[in-house]
Antibody
Framework: QVQMVQSGAEVRKPGASVKLPCEASEFSFSKYYIHWVRQAPGQGLEWMGVINPAGATNYAQTFQGRITLTTDTSTSTAYMELRSLRSEDTAIYYC??????????WGNGTTVTVSS | QSALTQPASVSGSPGQSITISCIGT?????????VSWYQHHPGKVPKLIIY???HRPSGVSNRFSGSKSGSRASLTISGLRTEDEAYYYCTSYRGGSTYVLFGGGTKLTVL
């Protein structure tokens, strides 16, 4: 089945980092952009960044300096690392396959809770 | 910094049509051709319903349509159904730019 598979929930303390995987299933991973979007409790969707098939990245200004997107083509897995976590980073984090301007297949989301 | 402004909520009755607006505050938004819309039912995964202003992905109902005039993009849903009740988000990307921007989202209530 064509899908993006994300891992289970994560809990971190303030100041820590988290690295979330996103595995592509049943499609050619190397042809697509991979976006990361998050939704904090009670808030809307927020675009975080994108990595293109060549590995080049673009990040939202809000996350510049704290986020790194990477891919491992050998395992068709994308990763999003967010550092210096604070309570406001508590959210559901989605990866999504797509193109530069749109996301046509979304992962199931990973809940990250930042709490002391 | 540019932003996309959507109404917080809209409502309609089954069978009616509604339109959700997405207004770009940047003067450049009038030239954007990469406007997308997403449907998000709480607890579920967002779904792409419109891309490049007025294109529907395969499998998306033709009750959903998009348009754009100047700095205002619009999503119209015709023949409202109870299952259309969800949050709707517009996004934009400007060719040559390096970012994607989400609107604040609109909650659609089907009365």
């Amino acid at each position: 089945q064509v899908q993006m598979v994300q891992s289970g929930a994560e809990v971190r303390k303030p100041g820590a980092s988290v690295k979330l995987p996103c595995e592509a299933s049943e499609f050619s991973f190397s042809k697509y952009y991979i976006h990361w979007v998050r939704q904090a409790p009670g808030q809307g969707l927020e675009w975080m960044g994108v990595i293109n098939p060549a590995g080049a990245t673009n990040y939202a200004q809000t996350f510049q300096g704290r986020i790194t997107l990477t891919t491992d083509t050998s395992t068709s897995t994308a990763y999003m690392e967010l550092r210096s976590l604070r309570s406001e980073d508590t959210a559901i984090y989605y990866c999504a396959r797509g193109f530069l301007d749109r996301m046509d297949l979304w992962g199931n989301g990973t809940t990250v809770t930042v709490s002391s | 910094q540019s932003a996309l402004t959507q109404p917080a909520s809209v409502s309609g009755s089954p069978g009616q049509s509604i339109t959700i607006s997405c207004i770009g505050t940047s003067s450049e938004f009038a030239n954007y051709v990469y406007v997308s819309w997403y449907q998000h039912h709480p607890g579920k995964v967002p779904k792409l319903i419109i891309y490049e202003v007025d294109h529907r992905p395969s499998g998306v109902s033709n009750r959903f349509s998009g348009s754009k005039s100047g700095s205002r993009a619009s999503l119209t849903i015709s023949g409202l159904r109870t299952e259309d009740e969800a949050y709707y988000y517009c996004t934009s990307y400007r060719g040559g730019s390096t970012y994607v921007l989400f609107g604040g989202g609109t909650k659609l209530t089907v009365l």
